[in-house]
């Protein structure tokens, strides 16, 4: 590995990036509202992706479970956007369940700031809250992706459940504006997509950072031997529940960007089916390399997936996208799936 | 337990399910020493480093370590943090990391601070690669040090992990059968690194090689069916009759204390 090649090859690297970036950037001058609304869609799928590539190609972690991740984020600014859609009356659904004031865990999502923050931490909160009692555990492995999987079914219980506080199974649609401007409006919506872009280039640039950091030595180094790890002096554990963290707070933004986008949030979207297709969009990208080209692929390959098998399946609603992309899928994106994404780590 | 030991065990017992691995045994190092345990399979040697490192608790008994930081009860710490204490251990089989290269395994082994956020904002140093490279030379494995760690061949492997033992700067460094599978060449070098490592600090080795443990005139630990046997220098080792016994009893190659 010469000095020289790696240079230029860097270099190359670094306009593919810049080249996909302005692509992006640029897209809402030659895209229709339409495509530009799914394009922006599935870049906030391909910012969980990059948070479950991290876990999960990093880590060796596989969760079933960001579904609920997904979801807490995408509730937390369902539910701002609900109560500036009720104009400070209370919500509809509420109000047919017959509640008379509004509960206390939805007043802090009366600000937008606000709403924003805890649809980050909420999700990572939960993350280090589930990571403290597995990892420090040693709960590895199979066990582990089952109880994401029994996170997954507890919360979408609670949530339809709970019909007066989180709206049931219907969720939370009808939003009409955010930040005093209609969300249905081109500038709106132009807006939006640019702040996905964005979003997406900083998780990209926030990942990467973890990877190439020492931090992501020590990560790559408990994937190759957890035990070896703790007799270097490390913990695993809280290595582990840092990347978890990370991880579910990922899919928390990805969420309300995909709330912003869709305009509505239900538990279905929150489910199993969704968290287990999180994971293919993962596997499909592929994680061998994980070391060396993960986020590399993730990025430009799951929004080119989306683009090419999504569009077909023009209303294409969230469970229903396997189908559609494997109808729509070129037999290239066969050939990259990579069963040595699941590879089992000794 | 005498004041002037790093390291002193006293009457360790571990079971597992019932069957007692190590019984009652008793070791006591010197700082500064070179150690062997020797024993026939199944006398319980490895399980007597588990139980140094942490990594299995004994039954009953008491293993103190005098570090520089005081007298720490070891059977009381998790692994991490006896490791963070200054003991090394460095297990049978080669585990190094396969998927980082030669100069990442050292580096994340260096002694360092080893909290996430330390690490996420870390560095190399000029000093930190300085390090590096004192050590790869040590090592001998300095023209691959952007190799991946899982392409070297075995011997090399092993020589990383002990440079990436000596990275951490443990005051007691625990070597497992650290010449097992290696050619006579490589067995000498490592008997050389062996020599150098030693000059700094306290080293017990678990070895089957009676070759490479007699180079070496330093004291021996024989131990037999999970309790001790004999200890000595390796001159009164070989003349004992219970450790020839137990030797040429229980193994065909009793070339071993011949």
């Given at each position: 590995m010469n000095g020289l090649w790696s240079d230029r090859k860097r270099l190359w690297l670094l306009l593919a990036y810049a080249g996909a970036s302005a692509a992006l950037f640029a897209a809402p001058l030659y895209l229709s509202d339409f495509r530009l609304n799914l394009l922006a869609k599935f870049l906030a799928f391909a910012i969980v992706a990059l948070g479950l590539d991290l876990l999960w190609g990093y880590t060796g972690v596989l969760s079933l479970g960001h579904g609920v991740f997904f979801g807490l984020g995408a509730y937390a600014m369902g539910m701002h956007l609900k109560l500036n859609a009720s104009g400070g009356k209370l919500p509809d659904f509420m109000d047919w369940s017959g509640l008379t004031r509004l509960p206390w865990f939805w007043q802090p999502f009366k600000s937008f700031p606000a709403a924003v923050l805890l649809g980050i931490l909420i999700p990572a909160l939960l993350a280090l809250f589930l990571g403290f009692f597995t990892f420090r555990n040693r709960i590895k492995g199979v066990y582990f992706t089952i109880l994401t999987q029994a996170l997954v079914i507890i919360v979408t219980t609670l949530f339809v459940g709970q019909q007066a506080y989180?709206?049931?199974?219907?969720?939370l649609t009808g939003f009409t504006k955010l930040l005093g401007s209609p969300l249905r409006s081109d500038g709106m919506k132009s807006a939006l997509y640019l702040a996905t872009v964005i979003a997406l280039i900083a998780a990209y640039a926030l990942c990467r950072y973890l990877t190439t950091s020492r931090m992501g030595k020590v990560l790559r180094a408990i994937r190759d031997g957890e035990n070896r790890v703790r007799f270097l002096g490390y913990d695993p554990a809280t290595y582990q529940m840092a990347t978890f963290a990370v991880s579910g707070a990922l899919a928390g933004l990805a969420g309300m960007l995909f709330v912003l986008h869709v305009g509505i949030i239900s538990p279905s979207m929150m489910g199993i089916v969704p968290s287990i297709e999180m994971i293919l969009w993962v596997a499909i990208g592929g994680t061998r390399h994980a070391d060396r080209r993960l986020d590399r692929r993730a990025r430009p390959e799951l929004c080119e997936e989306r683009v090419v098998g999504g569009v077909p399946g023009d209303l294409d609603d969230f469970p229903g996208r396997a189908l559609h992309r494997r109808d729509g899928l070129p037999a290239r994106r066969h050939r990259r799936f990579d069963p040595q994404g699941s590879r089992k780590r000794s | 337990m005498s004041r002037t030991s790093i390291l002193s065990c006293e009457e360790v017992t571990v079971a597992f399910d019932g069957f007692k691995a190590v019984q009652g045994m008793s070791l006591s190092l010197d700082p500064g020493e070179l150690r062997f345990l020797i024993g026939p399979n199944g006398a319980g040697k490895t399980t007597m480093l588990d139980v140094i490192c942490g990594k299995v608790k004994p039954v009953s008994g008491s293993v103190s370590f005098h570090s520089r930081a005081g007298v720490v009860d070891?059977?009381?710490?998790?692994e991490h943090k006896i490791a963070e204490l200054g003991i090394g251990r460095k297990f049978?089989?080669?585990?190094?990391?396969?998927?980082?290269s030669v100069m990442e395994n050292l580096e994340i082994a260096m002694s360092q601070n080893r909290s996430v956020w330390a690490t996420l904002r870390a560095s190399l140093t000029a000093r930190e690669r300085e390090r590096i490279d004192e050590e790869l030379a040590l090592i001998g494995l300095g023209d691959h040090r952007h190799t991946r760690a899982g392409l070297l061949s075995h011997g090399q492997k092993q020589w990383l992990e002990i440079g990436m033992m000596l990275m951490q700067e443990p005051e007691i460094l625990l070597l497992d059968?650290?010449?097992?599978?290696?050619t006579d060449r490589e067995t000498d070098k490592t008997g050389e690194l062996l020599q150098e490592i030693v000059k700094r600090r306290t080293v017990v080795v678990v070895e089957h090689d009676m070759e490479f443990v007699r180079n070496f005139a330093s004291k021996v630990t024989v131990m037999h069916e999970g309790r001790l046997l004999k200890d000595g220098t390796m001159d009164e080792i070989q003349r004992d009759d219970r450790v020839a016994e137990v030797y040429l009893g229980k193994r065909r190659d009793a070339h071993a204390v011949g």
């Amino acid at each position: 590995m010469n000095g020289l090649w790696s240079d230029r090859k860097r270099l190359w690297l670094l306009l593919a990036y810049a080249g996909a970036s302005a692509a992006l950037f640029a897209a809402p001058l030659y895209l229709s509202d339409f495509r530009l609304n799914l394009l922006a869609k599935f870049l906030a799928f391909a910012i969980v992706a990059l948070g479950l590539d991290l876990l999960w190609g990093y880590t060796g972690v596989l969760s079933l479970g960001h579904g609920v991740f997904f979801g807490l984020g995408a509730y937390a600014m369902g539910m701002h956007l609900k109560l500036n859609a009720s104009g400070g009356k209370l919500p509809d659904f509420m109000d047919w369940s017959g509640l008379t004031r509004l509960p206390w865990f939805w007043q802090p999502f009366k600000s937008f700031p606000a709403a924003v923050l805890l649809g980050i931490l909420i999700p990572a909160l939960l993350a280090l809250f589930l990571g403290f009692f597995t990892f420090r555990n040693r709960i590895k492995g199979v066990y582990f992706t089952i109880l994401t999987q029994a996170l997954v079914i507890i919360v979408t219980t609670l949530f339809v459940g709970q019909q007066a506080y989180t709206g049931g199974t219907n969720g939370l649609t009808g939003f009409t504006k955010l930040l005093g401007s209609p969300l249905r409006s081109d500038g709106m919506k132009s807006a939006l997509y640019l702040a996905t872009v964005i979003a997406l280039i900083a998780a990209y640039a926030l990942c990467r950072y973890l990877t190439t950091s020492r931090m992501g030595k020590v990560l790559r180094a408990i994937r190759d031997g957890e035990n070896r790890v703790r007799f270097l002096g490390y913990d695993p554990a809280t290595y582990q529940m840092a990347t978890f963290a990370v991880s579910g707070a990922l899919a928390g933004l990805a969420g309300m960007l995909f709330v912003l986008h869709v305009g509505i949030i239900s538990p279905s979207m929150m489910g199993i089916v969704p968290s287990i297709e999180m994971i293919l969009w993962v596997a499909i990208g592929g994680t061998r390399h994980a070391d060396r080209r993960l986020d590399r692929r993730a990025r430009p390959e799951l929004c080119e997936e989306r683009v090419v098998g999504g569009v077909p399946g023009d209303l294409d609603d969230f469970p229903g996208r396997a189908l559609h992309r494997r109808d729509g899928l070129p037999a290239r994106r066969h050939r990259r799936f990579d069963p040595q994404g699941s590879r089992k780590r000794s | 337990m005498s004041r002037t030991s790093i390291l002193s065990c006293e009457e360790v017992t571990v079971a597992f399910d019932g069957f007692k691995a190590v019984q009652g045994m008793s070791l006591s190092l010197d700082p500064g020493e070179l150690r062997f345990l020797i024993g026939p399979n199944g006398a319980g040697k490895t399980t007597m480093l588990d139980v140094i490192c942490g990594k299995v608790k004994p039954v009953s008994g008491s293993v103190s370590f005098h570090s520089r930081a005081g007298v720490v009860d070891i059977t009381k710490r998790k692994e991490h943090k006896i490791a963070e204490l200054g003991i090394g251990r460095k297990f049978q089989t080669p585990s190094i990391f396969a998927g980082l290269s030669v100069m990442e395994n050292l580096e994340i082994a260096m002694s360092q601070n080893r909290s996430v956020w330390a690490t996420l904002r870390a560095s190399l140093t000029a000093r930190e690669r300085e390090r590096i490279d004192e050590e790869l030379a040590l090592i001998g494995l300095g023209d691959h040090r952007h190799t991946r760690a899982g392409l070297l061949s075995h011997g090399q492997k092993q020589w990383l992990e002990i440079g990436m033992m000596l990275m951490q700067e443990p005051e007691i460094l625990l070597l497992d059968e650290p010449v097992a599978g290696m050619t006579d060449r490589e067995t000498d070098k490592t008997g050389e690194l062996l020599q150098e490592i030693v000059k700094r600090r306290t080293v017990v080795v678990v070895e089957h090689d009676m070759e490479f443990v007699r180079n070496f005139a330093s004291k021996v630990t024989v131990m037999h069916e999970g309790r001790l046997l004999k200890d000595g220098t390796m001159d009164e080792i070989q003349r004992d009759d219970r450790v020839a016994e137990v030797y040429l009893g229980k193994r065909r190659d009793a070339h071993a204390v011949g």
